[in-house]
């Protein structure tokens, strides 16, 4: 939303370490970053009549998260991920954006082995 990456913040904000940012939250954003291409690759492929531009900012980045976790990420659960990102969206996006983000991730779960090819 402010034309500034994800790395680009994530220094800044660990600069600025008021409050500190935990390590995990670095990883996550490192990782994200890393696997970007891959990771709105597969959410483009699950996600039925949404491309990624039309997608609220707050549900792509839910999304990515949660798919990194699913994906990349042996010591989450799946079931975790879902859940987690389902209540972030229930928290902060809009009242559709829950059952979009679980039925996305559970459409990803079902193919999972073949996505991770």
Known sequence: MRSVSPLETLAARSAQSDPPVNEYTRDLVRDVAEHQKRIDGL????????????????????????????????DIPDRVAIDEAVELAKSVSTD?????????????????????D
């Open 43 to 74: 959410i483009a492929e699950h996600a039925e009549g949404w491309t990624l531009d039309r997608m609220p900012a707050v549900d792509r980045n839910i999304l990515r998260i949660a798919v990194l976790e699913m994906v990349w990420r042996d």
């Open 96 to 116: 559709r954006s829950p059952a979009f983000v679980n039925g996305l991730l559970a459409s990803l779960l079902d193919v999972k082995p073949s996505a991770v």
